[in-house]
């Protein structure tokens, strides 16, 4: 009985933190707030190469994982694509905000804090602006929460399938948005190489242990 309560207190937060987005965002919904499936940003391939080959509109966009992303929608969805571009985009706001929460839970946040910043997170208008549009700031600010995810569960286990995955992360981000360039992805592996060697040393075959 005693571990039921303390697995229904762990899962407490996340069911809370679920009913409020579903209950925000059906009254956002029917306030009038509608997804904005625009393709036609000067950012964005042709639509017409997209559905013609992802490879072409992968190679020739400068935001190529986005524009990967676009396309494969397109070929699996056609006409109905923004319907879909809005299922992923409510799914990525539910493991958005459960990433938040579970970041600040696991630093030392207090939990009720963790839950009210996670909750004003969620309410924001900028949230809801860009939860409803169709466009690579959302999906990078998700890769971004998880990449911190799969750090703070590396430094907490210290099992280096969490550090592979954060800059897998961490890849995806670099080419889906211009702005974190290469190098910066470099310096921060470097950085990482560093900050480890100086607690322990590990061997290679540590890596998908």
Same mark, same amino acid.
């Given at each position: 009985?005693?571990?039921?309560?303390?697995?229904?207190s762990?899962?407490?937060?996340y069911? @809370?933190?679920?009913?409020?987005?579903?209950?925000?965002r059906?009254f956002?919904?029917?306030?009038?707030?509608?997804?904005?499936? /625009?393709? #036609?940003?000067?950012?964005?391939v /042709?639509?017409? &190469? #997209?559905?013609?080959? &992802?490879?072409?509109?992968?190679?020739?966009?400068?935001?190529s994982?986005?524009?990967?992303?676009?396309?494969?929608?397109?070929?699996l969805?056609?006409?109905?694509?923004?319907?879909?571009?809005?299922?992923?985009? @409510?799914v990525?706001?539910?493991v958005?905000a459960?990433?938040?929460?579970?970041?600040?839970?696991?630093?030392?946040?207090?939990?009720?804090?963790?839950?009210?910043?996670?909750?004003?997170?969620?309410?924001?208008?900028?949230t @809801?602006?860009?939860?409803?549009?169709?466009?690579?700031?959302y999906?990078?600010?998700?890769?971004?929460?998880?990449?911190?995810?799969?750090?703070?569960?590396?430094?907490?286990?210290?099992?280096?399938?969490?550090?592979?995955?954060?800059? @897998?992360?961490?890849?995806?981000?670099?080419?889906?948005?211009?702005l974190?360039?290469?190098? #910066?992805?470099?310096?921060?592996f470097?950085l990482?190489?560093?900050? /480890?060697?100086t607690?322990?040393?590990?061997?290679w075959q540590?890596?998908?242990?």
């Amino acid at each position: 009985m005693g571990n039921l309560f303390k697995r229904y207190s762990s899962v407490q937060p996340y069911l @809370i933190i679920l009913l409020i987005f579903v209950l925000s965002r059906l009254f956002f919904r029917y306030s009038g707030v509608v997804f904005f499936p /625009d393709i #036609w940003h000067m950012q964005f391939v /042709d639509p017409i &190469c #997209w559905k013609r080959t &992802c490879c072409e509109a992968f190679f020739i966009s400068i935001i190529s994982g986005f524009c990967l992303f676009l396309g494969v929608l397109l070929k699996l969805f056609s006409s109905e694509y923004g319907d879909a571009c809005q299922v992923v985009f @409510i799914v990525l706001g539910i493991v958005l905000a459960f990433g938040i929460y579970y970041i600040m839970a696991n630093v030392g946040i207090n939990i009720r804090l963790a839950m009210i910043i996670t909750v004003l997170y969620l309410l924001s208008p900028a949230t @809801i602006l860009y939860e409803n549009l169709l466009f690579y700031t959302y999906p990078v600010t998700v890769l971004l929460v998880l990449a911190a995810v799969a750090l703070v569960e590396f430094y907490r286990t210290k099992k280096y399938r969490f550090l592979f995955s954060f800059f @897998i992360l961490l890849s995806a981000v670099v080419i889906t948005r211009s702005l974190f360039h290469p190098v #910066w992805f470099a310096v921060l592996f470097v950085l990482m190489l560093l900050i /480890d060697r100086t607690e322990k040393k590990y061997s290679w075959q540590q890596l998908f242990r």
